[in-house]
């Protein structure tokens, strides 16, 4: 092949403009407009890259989404893996590597691999699993896999934006059906989306010949962008409609060249009208893969656009109509053509240029790096530096079958076409089998009539038409010769033959198999001749065969359009304190504790984490402890019922709290599962407040709400979740209340005022105060709870007041470590998806409640009554070790074999006690304290002792201390 | 992505939904209901292929609804407020 630019010609690209970009480390010439495949043709390049089986040499195909060969990374300031040359534009000082080939695709040294190409038959890999043994395989097979390379270190600019977008109609592709729709859209007073995945709109009225109302299609096409501009209609150049979703939702992806990542289109158009034309098929010959074999329509485009004659002595080889066209652009513009027609009769008339052999089929390309030549079926050889080859048209109906569009086989055209009409899509143009212009605008006028009532000046063809004779020309079985079907999945005929012997043959079957159409280009010109060779094996027809689902995207979208700004600390945001800011100055190292981010001790960044909370648990204990609990739950029930719906959410009796008290209790899921615990605070006859786990707000909200909405009507109780508005300051130690003397918080702190499990309402510098005598530490404790925007100061006195008192401000980890101590349970992290309340000692209400609870029927069942049941324990280690590891298990031996009898839950070391203290939850553990068990972890055993869950004062004297 | 038409707010993307169950599973009350009974309630579905009423939850709002829709076609066919009212 001796591929060439023009002198003059070529309507994409800027002669005034010359670019260099370097393909496998060679500078490669280019214009401005060029794409990488057009620059690498006109610089006669003819290997681009390496098939992904056999390392085979492979060329140029195409010249748009549907190339199989020429796939490159690309590096520069916009890095793709494995995108096609043929889409991308040349850029100055781009980067390409072709894919699958080292050192480069011209001297691959796994070419090898090809010699051996009848030891690796389709499905290879699977076999390797059956026999002899899959990880004999596995190192090298997994060293071959994928084809291009993801360059690690490259990041996007920034998040790519992402646009919802709403229009009447939505038309895809600016070919000559799309224009034409949007033209008689915007003319119809809709309002028009276009996209086209081409810099330039035109589709094929960019090569091929036509005329337009008595203009050239040109100046037509230029006519209508600014038509539709000025109307107000949106035109998205570089923009590719990858999936149809439901309701109508078109994802669109946009190319920009300029540093910026992508961007993602959420489209919602009353209507969409599909004009994707349709993708060029090769033909089936021996060694059809070699680099210089060519869809005729690109070599077309190339010529047009890019002023790139792909050839010197070329063959045109075909089945259909359109290639005569090509056939004579290419020896207009001076190569020496021979045009293969496989048909007898009915063709087009060909001019004096063009050499025509008629009747007659390729049977096997020759050459090895390049093809040299094609021999035919009755043995004629003709020489050739270039093949150009169109074997039909497939209708890019992707679109069309992903939103349920069921599709007609087409004798006429060989070719699936659009069946029945789906609501609110049209097809139009070549994607829906047309063919002459005049075909396409009655298309386009019809998809545009069924949307609109007013009407707009319909289009003519005036210049000459295509036609549309066609003979098919499937890959038959029992050719002689290696005919690719899939060229970048290396998926020939002896593998779809292969496939139909080992009786895989539906469509999927053979696709998963042979791995037929799912390479990157998803089979976009190779699915239809392999299901018709299938067809041809098994004696069946296309339609019974039928295709393979499509699904989106369509090509490539990149994962950074679907992320958007959904990356880095904006993937999850963590929720924040109020008091952040002051905790920083504090030293607090932050780290995030069910969604928010919270201090995990005031040690500061670099100390000794460890030592920093074991001091602050250790001091807690001594005098006084303040500690910020705002993302403690704060959900309010209001309401005339409110005491009713309390008693159904929680599994113990709420209703017979009195005003100004605190009770502390479970909430049940309906399969009896301890979901939730804390306190509930009595405000009122009328007026609860639930103090749920900090992670759980959310879900237990959503819960009250169901309940309230589904069995209590809104008219008898109401719901505010009032968490974040209050910010809530623990003070906690013997201490407490001496610290608490210092504030003036305006109401009395007296034992029979406020004592234990009570509430009081005071006020601090003006601000209301609420006040909840509960604890989680096991020592006085008093919540204050205040508006969240007025809590600083307090903090600000609690600490300044504090230092008279030695006060140490905590974390949540010396928080874990005080309440373990008490043994009080963490849900989720003490109990898991079995657990039920008696588990955890609180028999009671199910052995006493007469009223309906969530939950209630499921404590009474065979499994929530088993004897062996997991039960909560505490769990001491012998003088001297170290804490047990959480999760170890407890283990028994039955049989000579270890059984699990439960695994400890929470573990560590006490400062306090000087030992450590666990958690855990033990079969019939509450039966067996004082036992000794065998503790199992990563191989280890160590033995425990089974005691009361609570460590440190039990009989809870340091609550009223 | 769908569209759920929420009573209250109109329609809306499907991500500011959750799902809540089969609508009509009523709960049976007390401490003696059978034992199937209850493990129908809880664990079994209908699973329909077609029309389903299902309960659904716009977390945007807060409010339960029970929506009306095709299992195979994603079509919505109906929306309403738990008692009846703010009928879309
Ligand atoms: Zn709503």
Redesign the interface.
Known sequence: MTASRLASGGSAIDRSRPIRFSFDGATVQGFAGDTIASALLANDVAVVGRSFKYHRPRGIWGAGVEEPNALVDVSGNRATPNTRATTEPAREGLVAKSVNATPNALADRNAFLDRFARFIPAAFYYKTFMWPDWHIFEPRIRAMAGLGKVDAGWTASGPADQINHHCDVLVVGAGPAGLAAARLAAGASLSVTLVDDQQTPGGSLGHRAGEIDGRPASVWVEETIAALAAGGHLVLPWTTAFGIYDHSLIGLNQRHFDGRPDTLWRVRPRRIVLATGAIERPLPFASNDLPGILSADAALSYLRRHAVLAGRRIVVATNNDSAYEVAEAVAEAGAEVTLVDIRRDGMPATSSKVRLIKGRTPAAARGKLRVEGVTLDDGARLDADCVLVSGGWTPTIHLFCQARGKLAWSEARAAFVPGDAVDGIAVAGAAAGAVSLSDVFAGAEQAVASLSETKAAALRSTGPEATDGIEAAWPRPGSKGRIWIDYQNDVTVKDVELAARENFVSVEHLKRYTTLGMATDQGKTSNLPGLALMAGITGRTVPEVGTTTYRPPFTPVPLSSFAGARAGALMAPVRRLPLERAHRQSGAVFQEYGGWLRPAHYGGAGADADRAIADEARRARQSVALFDGSTLGKIEVIGPKAAEFVDFLYYNTMSTLKPGRCRYGFMLSENGVVFDDGVLVRLDEHRFVVSCSSSHVAAVHARLEEWRQDRFGRGAVYIHNATSEMATLTVSGPNARKLLETLDLDLSLDEADLPHMAIGHGSYAGDEVRIARVSFTGDRSYEISIRADRAEPLWAHLRGAGKAFDAVVIGLEALMILRAEKGFIVIGKDTDGTTLPHDLGSEGPRAKRQTEFVGRRSLYTEEASRGDRLQLVGLAVPQGEAPLPTGAHGIKRSDGRLRSQGFVTSSYESPTLGRPVALGLIERGASRHGETIEIQHLGKLRSATIAAPCAFDPAGDRLHA | ???FPCPFCGPRD?TEF?Y?GDAGNV?????E?P?DR?AG??YLRGNPKGTARE?W?H?SC???FVMERDTV??KVLSSSA??GEHAP
């Open positions: 992505m769908q569209l499907e959750h809540g709960r049976p009350d007390g401490a209901v034992i209850w309630y809880l309960i939850v977390m807060g409010e339960f076609t994603h738990l008692g």
